[in-house]
């Protein structure tokens, strides 16, 4: 999958990524993207988001715990829907918190 849609880096399914969003980062095994069929060696993964404008999603199974809105954290495992045009920055791999010391 390119990203941003068409252009840009290619992102690989199960690839770990970190995610930088304005208010926190995220690090987990990228799922693929709303609407992406090309990753056979995954498991199908039913998600279903519905928005009132037609937007781009991509899905990240989290890998490290992380604390969002009001304290309240999502553990490792979860999955996750990512609106693309909140992402600040992509990059390669990641570090838990607890894993830094």
């Not at 999958?1 to 990524?17: C, S, T």
Request: glycine share 10%; charged share 25%.
């Amino acid at each position: 999958m390119k990203f941003p849609k068409g252009k840009g880096f290619d992102l690989a399914g199960g690839l770990i990524i970190t995610v930088v969003l304005d208010d926190y980062a995220v690090t987990g095994t990228f799922l693929g993207a709303s609407g992406d069929r090309h990753h056979d060696d995954l498991p199908p993964i039913h998600v279903d988001v519905r928005v009132e404008v037609e937007e781009e999603f991509i899905l990240l199974q989290l890998t490290c715990p992380v604390k969002v809105e009001r304290g309240v954290e999502l553990p490792v495992g979860t999955i996750i829907a990512i609106n693309v045009r909140q992402i600040l920055f992509i990059a390669p791999g990641g570090t838990c918190e607890d894993d830094k010391e």
